[in-house]
């Protein structure tokens, strides 16, 4: 049973672009969320999507968006890219009960 | 709102050496309590939890009990190994009317010395 799947695992970008990363929940999981994970710190919660909408949302700027398709696969979409968007970015996924969230091995992003 | 402390590393030790990493939290309600490991180059990866006051999660040696009177879930383990370095997180997970989600704290680097 695969947990879950980021892609890409590492990815290089220039200040001003856009970069588009992919998450596939474990199986049976319908709740996806993302997570910051600037070096050398906790995760900082991003957003939160279950039946393709987006629930809650932290405390990040508009640039960063995200979809969730029907077969609970997620994407987290970031506009303008800042130098201080390098991070490692995690997906976790979880059920609507009370369960705890599965992360992923995470995509590194760094800005140049 | 809700937010956790972790006691600040790097924490070494020596094998067989006693674990104990802090963790106190401020939350509104009764969040459940989590610790989470991270090794180097992956992602994170649940160690133990507690969901309610004075229970205790237990894992590979691991154990924390949730003291609601002092809002603390301190991390311990009574003989480290080497295999055990890595970064600690410590968190919380309270849950609304949109679902659940965690409020992690910064991580303690743990390094255990042969």
């Known amino acids: 049973d695969a947990g879950v799947t980021q892609s890409p695992t590492h990815l290089i970008k220039t200040r001003g672009q856009q970069v588009t990363l992919r998450c596939s929940p474990k199986?049976?999981?319908?709740?996806v969320s993302w997570y910051q994970q600037a070096l050398g710190q906790g995760p900082q919660f991003i957003f939160q999507?279950?039946?393709?909408?987006?629930?809650q949302r932290g405390n990040f700027p508009d640039r960063f968006s995200g979809h969730q398709f029907p077969n609970y696969s997620s994407e987290l979409n970031v506009n303008a890219l800042l130098l201080g968007d390098s991070a490692l970015y995690l997906c976790?996924?979880?059920?609507?009960?009370?369960?705890?969230?599965?992360f992923g091995d995470g995509t590194r992003l760094s800005i140049l | 709102g809700d937010s956790v402390t972790q006691m600040e590393g790097p924490v070494t030790l020596s094998e067989e050496a006693f674990l104990t990493i802090n963790c106190t939290y401020t939350?509104?309600?009764?969040?459940?309590l989590f610790w989470y490991v991270q090794y180097p180059g992956e992602g994170l990866q649940l160690l133990l939890k507690a969901t309610k006051a004075d229970d205790k999660g237990s894992n590979k040696g691991f154990e924390a009990t949730y003291r609601k009177e002092t809002t603390s879930f301190h991390l311990e383990k009574g003989s480290v190994q080497v295999s055990d370095s890595a970064v600690y997180f410590c968190?919380?997970?309270?849950?609304?009317?949109?679902?659940?989600?965690?409020?992690f704290g910064p991580g303690t680097r743990l390094s255990v010395l042969p």
């Open positions: 999507y279950y039946e393709e909408e987006e629930r």
């Open positions: 199986s049976g999981h319908d709740t």
């Open positions: 968190a919380l997970s309270a849950r609304d009317n949109y679902g659940q989600n965690f409020v």
């Open positions: 939350a509104t309600g009764y969040p459940s």
């Open positions: 976790a996924s979880s059920t609507r009960a009370t369960q705890p969230q599965h």
